[in-house]
């Protein structure tokens, strides 16, 4: 059983930087994909971000590319997302992701994911 708990979410204004936090209660957490997806109220669920297991390969939602980054910290069993000159369209609450049977193809996509946390809720004020 795979147990992922985010942090770092909170009101800031437009322009400012964030980092959200994900850890998780997983042995062998180098063999798990992780992802970061974001929902609004009303909206569904998209995706926002990914790291591969192992060799650790990124993805990015357009939206986002060059503005967040993602990393991981395979010692800490924890994933980061670093996100700067964040806009009010960025609000959503934050949900970070996890996966031990990842398909290249379906990375973006929250059905491939097998494991979520309860999820952080960003607010960006204009």
């Known amino acids: 059983q795979v147990q992922l708990a985010e942090s770092g979410g909170r009101l800031v204004q437009a322009g400012d930087s964030l980092r959200l936090s994900c850890e998780a209660s997983v042995r062998a957490f180098r063999q798990y994909t992780m992802g970061w997806f974001r929902q609004a109220p009303g909206e569904s669920r998209e995706f926002v971000a990914a790291?591969?297991?192992?060799?650790?390969?990124?993805f990015y939602a357009d939206s986002v590319k060059g503005r967040f980054t993602l990393s991981r910290d395979n010692a800490k069993n924890a994933v980061y997302l670093e996100m700067n000159s964040l806009k009010p369209e960025d609000t959503a609450v934050y949900h970070c992701?996890?996966?031990?049977?990842?398909?290249?193809?379906?990375?973006?996509?929250?059905?491939?994911?097998?494991?979520w946390g309860q999820g952080t809720q960003v607010t960006v004020s204009s």
């Open positions: 790291i591969r297991r192992n060799g650790g390969h990124l």
């Open positions: 992701a996890a996966t031990a049977t990842e398909i290249l193809s379906t990375i973006r996509t929250p059905s491939a994911y097998a494991y």
